[in-house]
């Protein structure tokens, strides 16, 4: 069993940043498939980035080039920082593990494949 916990939300003026975290325990999940999502209340959850086994992180075109995520192994942690908040990126995110993927199409389909560990949300709110 894996268990995810975020932290690192907060409120920041919009062009401001913020850091999340997700830390795993249960068992070793950070060198594996691993995504972050977001949701706004009333709006489906989208996927923001994903990073791979071989380290190739893939973001959402709403984020690219202003969000990276990178991970440690070894503390089993996962992180999101996120550069040039606007207003539009205010939303609860989730840390997720192990996906389900469907090898024949790719993890390339990583915001619709299934995914069996979510941490509970850090809140981040962008707003002046």
């Known amino acids: 069993q894996v268990q995810l916990v975020e932290s690192g939300g907060g409120s920041v003026k919009p062009g401001g940043s913020l850091r999340l975290s997700c830390a795993a325990s249960g068992n070793s999940v950070t060198n594996d498939r691993m995504a972050w999502f977001r949701q706004i209340p009333g709006k489906d959850r989208e996927g923001v980035g994903a990073?791979?086994?071989?380290?190739?992180?893939t973001y959402s075109d709403l984020v690219k080039g202003r969000f990276t995520i990178s991970r440690d192994g070894a503390k089993n942690v996962l992180w999101l920082q996120m550069n040039n908040l606007k207003r539009a990126d205010t939303a609860m995110y989730y840390c997720a593990a192990d996906p389900v993927v469907q090898e024949e199409y790719g993890f390339r389909f990583w915001p619709i494949y299934k995914w069996n560990y979510w941490g509970q949300g850090t809140q981040v709110t962008v707003s002046s």
């Open positions: 990073i791979d086994r071989d380290g190739t992180t």
